[in-house]
């Protein structure tokens, strides 16, 4: 069973399109967060929510954790190339051990 | 941001052999981790790395096969041992960023592993 549901696990778009990725659960979490891995290197944190209903952006990437903290999204803007890699959420479950529970992970491809 | 780093970068095995991962990690992080990942696939966690003291195992994962050491602060390693073309894997240390009280992780580039 997996206790962080991503979905889409992949997704190809053109440049300049709107996407957004989710990630679900029936378990409650402490805080989410959002990695991203390109090739060959290991995952890069972007973000951490930790508060129901709160949204964080960072450029055109816009990040929501829902009010029971069961689950996040990602919405990016006018996707760029640069945007491809493997995008995976992450969390600690409440009330758990200090370890992270992974996504699936959704790959997205950026097509010039 | 945290400095990991991992060697071997990657490896050619052969069957029934066993190879040491390193990792070393510089002093902004506490806990140690390791994980395995399929390439293009999500993390999978083996073990907890921790100080002095046997590692930690998730469920299907064992210390016998996945013997990890871990004898100071910022270095760790872990032993894929006895190998088979089923271990064929990216193989990634991490370390829980220092301060952090949302567990928050730092990443090694990983060692991508081939069993023949």
């Known amino acids: 069973t997996q206790l962080l549901e991503q979905s889409p696990q992949f997704l190809s778009i053109q440049e300049g399109e709107n996407l957004t990725v989710y990630c679900n659960s029936s378990?409650?979490?402490?805080?989410l967060q959002w990695y991203r891995q390109e090739p060959g290197e290991g995952p890069v944190l972007l973000v951490t929510?930790?508060?129901?209903?709160e949204v964080k952006k960072l450029k055109r990437l816009t990040f929501q954790f829902g009010d029971a903290r069961k689950d996040s999204s990602l919405h990016i803007t006018a996707a760029q190339p640069g945007d491809t890699g493997l995008y995976l959420c992450?969390?600690?479950?409440?009330?758990?051990?200090?370890?992270?529970?992974f996504g699936q992970g959704t790959r997205l491809t950026i097509n010039p | 941001s945290a400095v990991i780093s991992q060697k071997p970068s990657r490896d050619i095995c052969q069957r029934g052999t066993s190879l040491t991962i390193q990792c070393q990690v510089d002093?902004?992080?506490?806990?140690m981790f390791w994980y395995r990942q399929q390439p293009g696939q999500s993390l999978t966690l083996i073990a907890t790395?921790?100080?002095?003291?046997?590692?930690?195992?998730e469920s299907g994962f064992v210390i016998d096969k996945f013997p990890i050491s871990r004898p100071n602060l910022t270095f760790s390693t872990l032993t894929v041992s006895n190998m088979s073309p089923e271990d064929s894997s990216i193989y990634l240390c991490?370390?829980?960023?220092?301060?952090?009280?949302?567990?928050?992780?730092?990443f090694g580039p990983g060692t991508r592993l081939t069993v023949l």
């Open positions: 992450a969390g600690p479950l409440l009330g758990g051990a200090q370890k992270l529970v």
């Open positions: 378990s409650v979490f402490s805080s």
């Open positions: 929510v930790v508060t129901g209903g």
């Open positions: 002093s902004q992080v506490t806990m």
């Open positions: 790395a921790n100080q002095g003291s046997e590692a930690t195992y």
């Open positions: 991490s370390g829980e960023k220092r301060g952090s009280f949302y567990n928050e992780q730092f």
